[in-house]
Every structure is written in structure tokens, then in C-alpha cells.
């Protein structure tokens, strides 16, 4: 029996002519990604082993963008603690508010991921990598640390799940609605510990920030990773980013899935998720009209320029309804920079915006947009459980950056046909 995509760059990692599901691994790895709220857990392992230097200083990568810049004295505690642990170590991919983003934006940005690339992430978010036809996955702190001392870590080898994409979406169809829509369909553990593996005629239609969108959310239907086969998008996006060596991986025909679901994009609809799961999910028509008190676009699921450029070209010349905030944050500084440059940052607060730096915050319900008991964010992050981005009695929708835009203008979940 062949072996899928996941499954090849696992058994190399791991010194293997193959493996299979279920199987215990050991494997090498490419990159050990932590952030401000994980990396001080994992900083306290580490020092643990009893060792004074990491495996390799240039295959970590550490990103303050949960907290930063600081929102109270813990943070710039934690915030500290990271600072002093990345100089100590000569941590190369070390990220500084300021050089900083976005983690799982600022990573491609910057050519850490690739092809082929085993990575792990002290994130749940770090599968949004298999994008770029990498392994990628989230874990706990302790291993985040023995990662960063031994440049291995070990996996239960997933089985996977083969999602076939056919034909062109509609206008506003995005690749964050092809994931809500996958998600309401198989639910929020349709694909506990699996590998979602996407491939079809549709691919040829997604963009590459779409791909990342689609690869972010793996992990809310409960998948081990998502990953996309390397095609001339992907080549293209690495070519332009990075100057690592990479190798492409394809999964064998005869390779082994749980299942095969088939997705006809073109008969879907700009989708909304209600609270307070991800599956709870509505088409537009279904969710029109609903009034919301707060919009937020950005994060590492939609804060890429591409994203941020779909919001901008609907708020153009409008207003934003007064009644409600919209909060805008751009996953890197590139990016940050770039929406200036062209024109974005503009549009946005005449619009009414407010226009932040990079960061995570609102998403986690951190700062830069808590909500209060009792109201409503609209939101192009990926989780809506119960308190995700303030009170418990708060309520989270989530949505693609066209249908965000368009509601911001109307105060109330709108069609961007709408706008």
C-alpha cells in the first residue's frame, strides 16, 4: 500500500523506507516555532535537560505577537523572560516587536517554511505551513522544549482524509469559507488526529493565502495537519521567500484514506459560523441581518495583504456603521507596510477603522477588542468557544474578510453583493 503526502515526509524525517498509520516515529526536525504565551513554559523544561545551547540556533523561530506589545506587567514578564532566552541562546529567528508579526504570517513571509519541512509549533495554528506541502502541527510546551534541545520529536503517524476540490467558486466564496463549510460538514472532530489532504481541479483556483486560510483551520475539524500538493503557485510563493532547499512530495496513487469527500466549490456560499463552535456554521442567506456590535479583521487565519485588500476594496468611499468598532490588524509589519504604501491603511480609517500593529490579541481575547457580556463579534479569526474573546456570556461569529467588510458597513451580518 502507498503512502500519502504526510506520510512520505514523515517516513524521511524519521530515517524510514516508509511507515504507516498508527505507527510511533521519531523524526527530525526542520523548525520549533514558540510564541510569548508558550515559550516561557517551555523555556522552564528546557532548562531542565540540563543543557546550555539548543540543537541548532537557526532552526528555532520565536514570535511575540500574543500579548506585545505588552498589555500589563505579566506579559512583559514573559515577554522578558523570551528576550533574555533567545539572546543567551543566539536564537537566529528571533522576532522583536517592531521586525515581528503574526507568527504563522511572519514564518512564510520570512522563507522558514518549505516543501518537505517537518515543523512543530508550540501553537495550535502551526499546521497552517502544510500549505506549502510541509508537516506541520501543533504541541504542547514540553515539547516544544525537548525540540529545541534535541531537534526531534516524536508522532503517532496519522491516518488522513482526502479532500477533493472541484471546479471554480464563486466571486466572494474564499478560502476561509471552503474550510467553514468543510468543518460544518464533517465537524469539529471529523478528522480527529488526521491528516486533511486536499487535491482536485480546484486547487488551481485557490490562492496561495487562501491555501494558508484553509491549512490554519485543519485543527478546528481536529486534524493532526493540512496539507496541499506543491504545484506552480507553491514554487512560485517559495521562490520568491526563500532561499532554503526544499524537496516535493506527492502522495502515491494507491495510497491509503479514511475517507474521500468531494467539495463542488462552485456551489458554495459566503459562510458564517455561530457561536460556539466552528461546525455550527449558515450560509450568508441564512445569517443576513443579525447585528453585531463588533468586527475584527486580521489574524493568522486573514490578516495577509490579500485578505486585508478584499476589505479594503469593499470599504472604499463608505462608512463603517457607527454604532459598531471594526479593529483591523495586519499579520506582519511587511504587510502593515504595504497596506500604507498602497493606499489600505488610508481607506480604513477614513473609513472609520482602527488600523493596529500586528497582533494575535483580540482572537485569543487578549486585548485590542475584548467584548463585554452580552455582545457580538463578527470576526475573521478561527475559534468561537465560549469566552474566546471576552466574556462568557460575549458572543463570536466567524467569517470570511469580504462578508466582515461588508457587515462593518451595515452594523449586521450583510452580503458583500450587499455592500
Known amino acids: 500500500m502507498g503512502m500519502t503526502m504526510t506520510q512520505k515526509i514523515l517516513a524521511t524525517a524519521a530515517g524510514l523506507d516508509s511507515v504507516k498509520a498508527g505507527q510511533l516515529i521519531e523524526a527530525k526536525l526542520d523548525l520549533v516555532l514558540g510564541n510569548d504565551v508558550t515559550t516561557p513554559v517551555a523555556i522552564t523544561e528546557f532548562n531542565k535537560i540540563g543543557i546550555d545551547k539548543v540543537f541548532d540556533k537557526a532552526k528555532i523561530a520565536i514570535v511575540p505577537d500574543h500579548f506585545t506589545p505588552n498589555k500589563d506587567i505579566k506579559s512583559a514578564e514573559h515577554c522578558k523572560m523570551v528576550r533574555e532566552f533567545a539572546n543567551r541562546m543566539e536564537i537566529v529567528n528571533y522576532f522583536e516587536v517592531g521586525q515581528m508579526g503574526i507568527e504563522h504570517c511572519l514564518l512564510p513571509e520570512k522563507g522558514l517554511a518549505v516543501p518537505g519541512d517537518v515543523i512543530i509549533g508550540a501553537d495550535s495554528h502551526t499546521c497552517t505551513y502544510g500549505a506549502l506541502g510541509a508537516f506541520s502541527t501543533g504541541v504542547g510546551s514540553t515539547d516544544m522544549a525537548v525540540g529545541m534541545a534535541r531537534g526531534v520529536a516524536w508522532f503517532k503517524v496519522p491516518s488522513a482524509i482526502k479532500f477533493v476540490l472541484k471546479n471554480k467558486p464563486a466571486k466572494w466564496v474564499s478560502g476561509k469559507d471552503i474550510i467553514l463549510h468543510i468543518i460544518g460538514k464533517i465537524g469539529v472532530d471529523g478528522a480527529l488526529y488526521k491528516s486533511m489532504e486536499f ?101 493568522c487565519t486573514n490578516g495577509r495583504f490579500t485578505d486585508l485588500k478584499i476589505a479594503a476594496d469593499i470599504l472604499k468611499g463608505k462608512k463603517i456603521d457607527p454604532s459598531i468598532r471594526c479593529i483591523i490588524l495586519p499579520g506582519t509589519q511587511a504587510i502593515y507596510l504595504q497596506c500604507i504604501k498602497e493606499g489600505l491603511a488610508e481607506i480604513f480609517v477614513e473609513a472609520g477603522c482602527a488600523f493596529s500593529t500586528p497582533t494575535c490579541g483580540p482572537c485569543l481575547g487578549g486585548h485590542m477588542g475584548i467584548l463585554a457580556k452580552g455582545e457580538r463579534a463578527l470576526s475573521t479569526t478561527n475559534r468561537n468557544f465560549i469566552g474566546r474573546m471576552g466574556d462568557p456570556e460575549s458572543e463570536v461569529y466567524l467569517c470570511s474578510p469580504a462578508v466582515a467588510a461588508a457587515s462593518a458597513i451595515h452594523g449586521k451580518i450583510t452580503n458583500p453583493d450587499k455592500a
Open 199 to 299: 487535491a482536485g481541479d480546484g486547487l488551481k483556483y485557490l490562492t496561495m493565502d487562501d491555501r494558508f486560510t484553509i491549512s490554519n483551520m485543519a485543527i478546528e475539524a481536529g486534524g493532526k495537519n493540512g496539507i496541499f500538493p506543491v504545484d506552480e503557485k507553491t514554487l512560485e510563493y517559495v521562490k520568491e521567500h526563500s532561499v532554503k532547499p526544499y524537496k516535493v512530495y506527492e502522495a502515491d496513487e494507491d495510497a491509503e484514506y479514511d475517507e474521500v469527500i468531494e467539495i463542488d466549490l462552485s456551489t458554495l456560499k459566503p459562510t458564517v459560523s455561530y457561536p460556539h463552535l466552528p461546525e455550527n456554521t449558515r450560509t450568508i442567506e441564512e445569517a443576513e441581518g443579525l447585528k453585531i456590535d463588533q468586527v475584527v479583521i486580521g489574524s
